[in-house]
Structures are given as structure tokens and as C-alpha cells.
């Protein structure tokens, strides 16, 4: 739940983007990009290139949609999380789509190997939402548990439960390649 | 990481993604702006909607001519041209005593007593109007001396006392 202060902040720069203020939209974007970035990149298994395509196309959603933002709901950043999340399903739910460039470019991180990154992709993106978030706030964020239970104000063993369920997921969702083709019904928040 | 599952979740090193970030944002930024065109432009459109569609409903909703009251047109008499007057062809009491002046016999009687009555009724002067009346008198025959209807008080007056006159000077001789 975003503070009183931080609402307030972002419903002036949210007004002034509708106004068409470029300062307004820029100090925004300074703000989020690095972490749509690192999420998109770890969404994708760090694959660079779909996940730059994945940021533009987020970015291009976000001035298309920014009537649709609503600051009391949360925050940009995670708004914008959002629309690459419905982005990366939507890529995995047209049928035979690859996320492995075809030319061979370099992927992001000299260990992503371009198979193993896609299947980490699509076992990522079949996860419930709420699997999803914790693995993102454990691994990605690099959050504690205890700092997780306190946010989503709930008790440190309820978070250890959903995370070794969302590890089990991702496993099961990653051994079978199958199974982990077929996008998840929830969307990923 | 003890689980050799969570490698395979941990976060990847960031690449360089400057220029990327620069083209992006150029590119938001001039989106931003035509976007808000767009949406002044869908409220005006919207707006002009309501306005045609409220339009047509007001003309759908509109009596149909059988249910319209009727009001009674009052037929406002046209104006008329005042009517040309009348040509003047009587002159002025004056003109008429001259052409009696100059006149003789019937016609003589005949004009001085239009000139007194125009004298009398018109100008309202009794005073002219005796003097051509009696120059009526004077020029007129016997038969025209008797009273008559149309005469006025002041001819039956002049008409009765020349009578008298007359007959006086009869008693006298």
C-alpha cells in the first residue's frame, strides 16, 4: 500500500503528465527504468534482446494508458510492472513463439544460456501472481523474509510458506516445458 | 544460495542500456504531447456528440403537426394608402364670388350662392356669405325665391325678407 506522501507525489506528477509535461514524465522515467529493466530482464532469463523489445513496448503502453493510472492503487513502478507482465504473457500465449533470438545475438548475461533462459522465462510466466511477486521481492529485490511479511503485512512463516510453494512451482513449471508453454491465467501483478 | 533452483532465479547483471534509455525517453516525450491532443480532441468530439445527439432528440421528441395548437391567424387589414384627395375643383369662396361677378343671368344667382354658402359653411364668415347671397337674390327669378329645402337658415331668412320687401312696395302703391 503506498504512503500518504508517496500517493500524493505521484498524483501531482501524474496530473502534470496529463497536463503534457515533459519534466514531469521524464522525472518518472528516471525513476523507473532501471527496475522495469531488471524485472523485464529477469522475467525473460536474461535475454537481452526481447527484453529491451518488452521495455519499449511498456513504455509506449504507459504514455498510450497513463489516464488509466491510478496513484491510490500503487505506485508508477508498479503499474509499469504490470503492463510488461500482461507484455511477456501475451508473447507466450501466440502459439509457437520463441523468446531465443534467431540470429544469435549476445544475451544479456554471459552465463544465460538461450534455451535455459527461455524455459526459466516461461516457467516464470506461468506462475500465479502471487507466486510470481514473492519470487520477484526474494530474488529479485533481494528482500528478507521478515522485510516481505512486514510489507505485505503478514507473518514471516506465511512468506517462507508461499516461497518454497512458488520454488516448487517454478521447478515443476521448469522441468516440464509443456506444461510451462501455457501462459498462466492470472495475471502477474 | 543452497538451492541449485535459486541460481536459476537470482537477478541477472544489468547490460548497458544508455542508449536505449535516451531513445526511449525521446521517443515518450514527443508522444506525450499528441496524446493530449488526442484526448482534447476526444472531449471535444464527445462533447459535439452530445450536442447533435441531444439535437436530434429534441427534433424526434418534437410535437407532430396535427397535435400543434392552432392558433387563429388574425388577418391584419393591409394598410391602406390614405385616398388621393380630392381634386380641387370647387375654388375658394373668393374665386367663386369673382366667377359670379363676371357671370350673368342663371349661372350669375347659381355661383353666388355656392360662394355663400361656401362662405357660410366653410369659412365660417356670415358676413360674405350675406353679400353673395343677396347678389344671389338679386340676379335670381321670381320662382327662385321661393323657400326650399336645401336652403339655409340665412337664404330662407334673405329669400323671406325680400318677399316682404316686395310685397310692401305693393302696399304702398
Redesign the interface.
Known sequence: VPSADSVWRERGLHAAVLAGDAHAWQTWYEESFAGLFAYVLWRCGGLRDPAEDVVQETWLTAVRRIRDFDPSRGRFAGWLRGIAANLLRKQFARAGKTFVPLDGQEAAAPAADPDRAERVARALARLPARQEAVLRAKYLDRQSVQHIAEEWQTTAKAVESLLARARQAFRENYCDPARAGEPSDEEPS | VN?P??E????????D?SA??QA??A???R???R??RW?VLAAAGALAACFVLGMLTMWQLRPAPADRPTVAEEKQPALQAPPPKAPLTRGTALVREWQAFDSKGKERAALFTQAGAQYLHDDHNPDAALRCYRQALAAATPDELEVRPEDDWLVMALKTARKQEIVDAKNVH
Not at chain 2, 536459476?8 to 547490460?15: A, S
Open positions: 538451492d533452483w535459486e536459476l532465479l537470482l537477478p541477472f547483471e544489468q547490460p542500456s536505449l534509455r526511449l525517453l521517443q515518450t516525450v508522444l506525450l504531447p496524446r493530449r484526448r
